[in-house]
């Protein structure tokens, strides 16, 4: 693919005006507050609008939607037709995405961008009923955003008729060959003329990934830009390091200590949001959780919750956080590190948006150092860390004390899992400053001895000391830079 690719001119248009945009896109693009336009966008936006391929490397977060949105407008805007007959109106613009949300969000920008043209865009994807799909595809429509799987849904009806497709968008074209949609995108292609425009977008390029390209794209004009996070100063990143079993508390101790009324959580699996956001209402913290076992209608309402205030955890999954776009967001935790250091990224792509501040929180537990140090590697920086411990419950202290019997040093780290507690464990009523286990969210954290510091830390990877007590760390003494 290298020896047939072109690489992007090196100057690039400074101004939304300078890319030649139609007076109705920059219409649409300044009622959108938009004042200049981001790197991809002066890269992307010339090339396509000359009817050039692409391969995109970007992420989520660096304004790429409209890097493709804004061109592909401009292209078919010649041909927008007035009439309300639905045979005026083919299916000229397809965009695949891998999830509901990001199908649901960047239809939602065509929509913003396209206003003051008369095309007519919509969004299809699965989970929810066919019926007021196929209407809006039966009323015809130019340009149709949609999920794999319930796009094939159509074909095999005849509710849709990809004939005339004259431009094909796959955004985050990794992420869709991650959840198993070579197939589906393969039939779909099937469908489409093969004369046409192909815009490929990837956070990643993996093999994989550089063999749909070869099929699928012309002498593409390739297309980088860094993940905004590295490039903007914006995000503060902070790793605390702490055993496995007191996360929870600390993510507890953490939103209510600091008084945090938005915070994105993640976890790497569905079973973990779930119990995570459960655990957190159990604490007394209003949390929902959103991820792909849910149906839409929960997740939409789960994000509608968050987005509103009444919820002030969102615990997600990776694959679900996709389309999430929450103007400044201001804090992002994650509650386990990503296996994929570009999972990372992506996740803090929800916070320091448009300039606005954030804060990224990692907590670390031993297993995932290397993932963290993964993570620094792609950043190109070092993530400062703390070790953490939690204080002993005060029942346990005060029985140890009665016991007369000394704790093991290793122990003052790490408290018993729950589940070997037992079911009996009384559980404290909400909205009660003791957690049901015991911690009493009043009180601050404790460092770890001297010694169990030491010897947490000669196991991790040197990492910056600081003579400001830990609490201080945590409630935000120097999390906010
Ligand atoms: P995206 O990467 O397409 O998901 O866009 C990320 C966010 O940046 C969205 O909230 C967009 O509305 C916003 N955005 C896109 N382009 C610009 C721009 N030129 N100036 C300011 N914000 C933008």
């Given at each position: 693919m290298t020896a047939n690719t072109d690489a992007a001119p090196s100057t690039f248009p400074a101004s939304f005006a300078d890319l030649g945009l139609l007076p109705e896109l920059l219409r649409a693009i300044s009622e959108q507050g938009y004042t200049e336009p981001t790197p991809i966008q002066r890269q992307?936006?010339?090339?396509?609008?000359?009817?050039?391929?692409?391969?995109?490397?970007?992420?989520?977060?660096?304004?790429?939607?409209?890097?493709?949105?804004?061109?592909?407008?401009?292209?078919?805007?010649?041909?927008?037709?007035?009439?309300?007959?639905?045979?005026?109106?083919p299916v000229r613009a397809l965009v695949l995405t891998p999830t509901r949300e990001l199908a649901v969000q960047v239809e939602a920008s065509f929509q913003a961008y396209g206003r003051h043209v008369p095309l007519r865009t919509t969004v299809v994807y699965g989970g929810v009923d066919m019926d007021p799909q196929i209407k809006a595809l039966h009323a015809?429509?130019?340009?149709?955003?949609?999920?794999?799987?319930?796009?094939?849904?159509?074909?095999?009806?005849?509710?849709?008729?990809?004939?005339?497709?004259?431009?094909?968008?796959l955004d985050e074209a990794d992420r869709m060959l991650d959840m198993g949609f070579l197939p589906d995108i393969k039939r779909i292609l099937a469908q489409i003329p093969k004369q046409r425009q192909n815009l490929l977008f990837s956070a990643t390029f993996s093999d994989d990934i550089r063999g749909l390209a070869d099929e699928l794209l012309n002498r593409p004009v390739l297309i980088a830009v860094a993940p905004r996070n590295t490039a903007a100063e914006t995000v503060t990143h902070q790793a605390y390091l702490m055993s496995g079993e007191d996360k929870r508390r600390a993510l507890a101790h953490l939103v209510q200590t600091r008084d945090l009324r938005q915070v994105l959580v993640f976890t790497r699996t569905r079973l973990g949001a779930n119990r995570l956001a459960r655990a957190l209402e159990r604490d007394g913290i209003d949390a929902t959780a959103i991820h792909s076992n849910r149906t839409q209608a929960e997740r939409e309402k789960a994000l509608a919750d968050f987005k509103s205030g009444s919820v002030r955890v969102l615990v997600a999954t990776d694959v679900a956080s996709r389309g999430i776009d929450i103007e400044e967001l201001p804090i992002v935790v994650n509650?386990?590190?990503?296996?994929?250091?570009?999972?990372?990224?992506?996740?803090?792509?929800?916070?320091?948006?448009a300039g606005?501040?954030?804060?990224?929180?990692?907590?670390?537990?031993p297993d995932e150092h290397k993932l963290l140090a993964d993570i620094e590697r792609l950043l190109k920086r070092s993530i400062p860390r703390e070790t953490l411990a939690l204080a002993e419950s005060r029942e346990r202290r005060e029985g140890t004390r009665r016991e007369g019997a000394r704790r093991p040093e290793t122990n003052r780290i790490s408290e018993p899992r729950r589940a070997e507690r037992g079911a009996s464990t009384p559980r404290a009523p909400k909205p009660s400053v003791i957690a049901a286990d015991g911690f009493d969210f009043t009180k601050p954290y404790e460092p770890a001895s001297a010694g169990t510091s030491s010897e947490q830390s000669s196991k991790q990877p040197p990492h910056r000391t600081r003579g400001t007590p830990q609490t201080a760390v945590l409630l935000g003494g120097h999390g906010t830079k």
């Open positions: 992307a936006i010339p090339p396509v609008l000359s009817g050039r391929d692409i391969m995109g490397s970007a992420q989520t977060g660096t304004g790429k939607t409209a890097s493709f949105a804004l061109p592909i407008l401009q292209r078919l805007a010649p041909g927008a037709s007035a009439s309300p007959s639905p045979a005026r109106h015809g429509v130019e340009i149709v955003v949609a999920t794999p799987g319930r796009l094939l849904d159509h074909v095999r009806n005849k509710t849709v008729n990809l004939g005339r497709v004259e431009v094909l968008v509650y386990e590190l990503p296996h994929s250091p570009e999972d990372y990224v992506h996740r803090i792509g929800r916070t320091g948006r606005s501040s954030g804060e990224a929180i990692s907590l670390v537990e």
